[in-house]
T-cell receptor
Framework: GAVVSQHPSWVICKSGTSVKIECRSL??????MFWYRQFPKQSLMLMAT?????????EQGVEKDKFLINHASLTLSTLTVTSAHPEDSSFYIC?????????????FGAGTRLSVL | RKEVEQDPGPFNVPEGATVAFNCTYS??????FFWYRQDCRKEPKLLMS???SGNEDGRFTAQLNRASQYISLLIRDSKLSDSATYLC????????????FGTGTQLKVEL
């Protein structure tokens, strides 16, 4: 199946710093990528939809100035958590939809576990 | 009411048992349905899509009841390696291909 690479897999940072997470589609082009967040024992919650070459679409309640998304190419989207605080500690997962498929299948990255001290 | 609801479990079953999970969804306009599997601290992985006619993939059978708005997953002859959290996922009508995830049902298969 399609491969989505997410980096880093784990990051620990001090409160107030910014953290950038990368999501790459390795063997296909993805015009649309999605960013999710998952707190312990909770479901994945969609944060934003990232569209190549245009602004991301954020879900209600997600601060676009805090979670900066850039999708500059068909294979790379980045999520930057700016001025991270302990409450931002979570599991962040990206996914990419294979362009041109009617199956609506999304492939997920391995996730990034963010711990803000 | 949550868009997608699942019994969180855990379901503890002996190896070889048959186990069934149910999931209900609130949006009658939902279009596509999936079961994903998520291992601890890992990303979700697609297990199977769910079709109106029901579908089977080896030991796994998925069924959809649109009238009652519920989806089921049946696992036969459980293996230790089936231990994971099973996520019910729904795609609603409209653009964007946004997926809505249930909180998942945890399965523990024991010797």
């Amino acid at each position: 199946g399609a491969v989505v690479s997410q980096h880093p897999s784990w990051v620990i940072c001090k409160s107030g710093t910014s953290v950038k997470i990368e999501c790459r589609s390795l063997d296909f082009q993805a015009t649309t990528m999605f960013w999710y967040r998952q707190f312990p024992k909770q479901s994945l919650m969609l944060m934003a939809t990232s569209n190549e070459g245009s602004k991301a679409t954020y879900e209600q309640g997600v601060e676009k100035d805090k979670f900066l998304i850039n999708h500059a190419s068909l294979t790379l989207s980045t999520l930057t958590v700016t001025s991270a605080h302990p409450e931002d500690s979570s599991f962040y997962i990206c996914s990419a939809r294979v362009t041109g498929t009617a199956k609506n299948i999304q492939y997920f990255g391995a996730g990034t576990r963010l711990s803000v001290l | 009411r949550k868009e997608v609801e699942q019994d969180p479990g855990p379901f503890n079953v002996p190896e070889g048992a048959t186990v069934a999970f149910n999931c209900t969804y609130s949006n009658s306009a939902s279009q596509s349905f999936f079961w994903y599997r998520q291992d601890c601290r890992k990303e979700p992985k697609l297990l199977m899509s769910v079709y109106s006619s029901g579908n089977e993939d080896g030991r796994f059978t998925a069924q959809l009841n649109r009238a009652s708005q519920y989806i089921s997953l049946l696992i036969r002859d459980s293996k230790l390696s089936d231990s994971a959290t099973y996520l019910c996922v729904v795609k609603n009508a409209g653009g964007g291909n946004k997926l809505t995830f249930g909180t998942g049902t945890q399965l523990k298969v024991e010797l």
